[in-house]
């Protein structure tokens, strides 16, 4: 046959709540032969649901390279295969590049099927005004390398996306409010998508004192998002002078450029401060 008009379907699934999956998703899931799952257990709530009724073959971290060697010769023999992780989307804090490079290496088309994923649902809704975002997911377990990383996240231009489990959650805060810039905001979104959704917004600083203040703070599934810091350079008392005088009478990106221009100051830090302003 020809390989080519195979391919592996990577399907994003709900987070939490089971409505949200995309009409081709179903379409997808219903119309596969065999579907690469972490964990089976779980994804039978979602088929039951859905009325997806097709072989499901397990594909986790520990068997990753196996199954996937099963799954390539599932697309030789012409049967129609999906990829699905537990919840959101495969490869992201989850299983599945191993697959998709499989798949690819042996001549099929890899074909993404997008959906939810916990990040940017957090963050469509932190309501943070950082222009730019850096995924790190799941910071390291033990206290000295989770310091560390940290520590070398904190000139990072960019709001800072975490997941966390409920178990750690309150010493990863601690550590963030420790050692990152007090100035930062955090976002805390819990359980999204599901009954007991929170999404509180607050001072870095406040962070461990939130999560203290009730016993349900720290329950569920977490995404964490931590502002960008504050401007660090090139901002003297002239510069932000001339910047508020262009914001007055231009929009946030004209008004940084123009500024840089102006003054010889570096644009993206003038824009995260132009932003600022705006928002008072
Ligand atoms: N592949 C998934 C995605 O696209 O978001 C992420 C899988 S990762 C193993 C699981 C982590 O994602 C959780 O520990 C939590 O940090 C975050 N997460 C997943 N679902 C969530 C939800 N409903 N609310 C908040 N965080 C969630």
Same mark, same amino acid.
């Given at each position: ?102 798949? #690819? ?7 993404? %099927? =997008?959906?939810?994923? *916990? !990040?940017?649902? $957090?963050?469509?809704?932190? @309501? ?112 932000? #002078? ?7 009478? %231009? =929009?946030?990106?004209? *008004? !940084?450029?123009? $500024?840089?221009?102006?003054? @010889? ?16």
């Amino acid at each position: 046959m020809d390989e080519s008009q195979n391919a592996l379907y990577v399907v994003a699934t709900p987070i939490g709540n089971l409505g949200d999956i995309t009409l081709r998703a179903l379409e997808t899931l219903r119309g596969a032969d065999m579907i690469a799952c972490e964990d089976t257990r779980h994804a039978q709530a979602l088929f039951a649901h859905h009325g997806i009724d097709a072989q499901a073959m397990p594909l986790h971290e520990h068997n990753e390279a196996a199954a996937s060697v099963r799954l390539v010769e599932a697309l030789r023999a012409g049967r129609r295969v999906a990829l699905i992780s537990d919840a959101g989307t495969p490869g992201i804090s989850d299983p599945g590049a191993r697959a998709c490079a499989a798949a #690819r290496a042996a001549g099929f088309r890899v074909v993404p %099927l =997008p959906g939810p994923n *916990a !990040a940017i649902t $957090a963050l469509s809704a932190a @309501g943070l005004p950082d222009a730019h975002f850096l995924f790190i997911g799941f910071l390291p377990p033990k206290p000295t390398a989770r310091r560390h990383e940290i520590e070398s996240l904190k000139g990072v231009p960019a709001a800072l996306v975490f997941y966390e489990a409920p178990h750690r959650i309150e010493e990863t805060v601690a550590d963030l409010a420790a050692l990152l810039e007090p100035e930062r905001t955090l976002a805390v979104a819990r359980e999204l998508t599901k009954l007991f959704e929170q999404i509180a917004v607050m001072p870095l600083a406040d962070g461990p004192a939130w999560l203290a203040a009730d016993d349900n703070h720290r329950r569920g599934e977490f995404v964490l998002v931590v502002s960008s810091p504050p401007p660090r350079v090139g901002i003297d008392a002239e510069t932000e #002078r001339v910047l508020k005088v262009l914001l007055d009478e %231009l =929009p946030v990106k004209q *008004a !940084a450029k123009l $500024a840089a221009t102006i003054t @010889g100051s570096a644009k993206n830090a003038l824009y995260e401060r132009a932003l600022q302003l705006k928002d008072g």
